[in-house]
């Protein structure tokens, strides 16, 4: 038998992304056997991030601030914006150190069946942006998915009048991928995308 507080820490732990019932509990117990060096430091953060992080009203992503870190860096190319899903994708493509533009966090893709329109997502507040920079490139980084592929339609159609250059990433082999563990979808878009040797 669980005592209370136990059971609603093992309850709101496993509706966490990656863990279910037994990870929860293994998570709590971990958390109540070092209660001074795990449990209160992270009741602390929790409490933090509560009171002061929030979505950036430019970009959608979360920060501290508003406008967020990367919309107020006056180094960033404010002609370049990279639309994806969701902020883990923005952390993903900032983790690669690559992009210096701008980015836009639409919080998922256009889905009938989730009640998730354009209104949900977003999109006029990509339009707004692209209107106020004419010639501005809108990179759809969308995932390669049936819902991606058609948010990135849907968007290019409405992106279109606004004169911006959209383009999307890339498609194909990972970086030292082997062609027998790459799936259908992988190798048709390998295929399609293929460039000059030379």
Not at 103 to 124: C, F, I, N, Q
Not at 143 to 164: C, D, F, I, K, N
Not at 169 to 190: C, I, K
């Amino acid at each position: 038998m669980i005592a209370g507080p136990i059971e609603e820490l093992v309850r709101l732990l496993a509706r966490l992304p990656g863990l279910g019932p037994r990870s929860a509990r293994r998570a709590a117990l971990a958390l109540l056997r070092r209660p001074d060096t795990l449990l209160v430091p992270l009741v602390a953060a929790l409490e933090a991030c509560a009171r002061k992080v929030r979505r950036c009203s430019i970009c959608g992503n979360l920060d501290t601030a508003d406008p967020c870190a990367i919309c107020a860096d006056p180094r960033r190319d404010p002609d370049t914006i990279l639309v994806v899903e969701q902020v883990e994708d923005l952390w993903a493509m900032e983790r690669a150190g690559t992009f210096r533009g701008r980015y836009h966090v639409l919080g998922g893709t256009l889905s009938a069946l989730d009640a998730v329109g354009p209104e949900e997502l977003g999109v006029e507040r990509l339009l707004r942006r692209a209107a106020e920079r004419p010639g501005i490139e809108v990179i759809l980084a969308l995932s390669a998915t049936v819902a991606g592929q058609t948010t990135a339609h849907y968007l290019a159609e409405r992106l279109a009048p606004s004169g911006a250059r959209i383009t999307r990433l890339g498609y194909g082999l990972p970086v030292g991928g082997e062609l027998n563990y790459l799936d259908e979808g992988t190798l048709a878009a390998a295929l399609e995308g293929r460039q000059p040797v030379g």
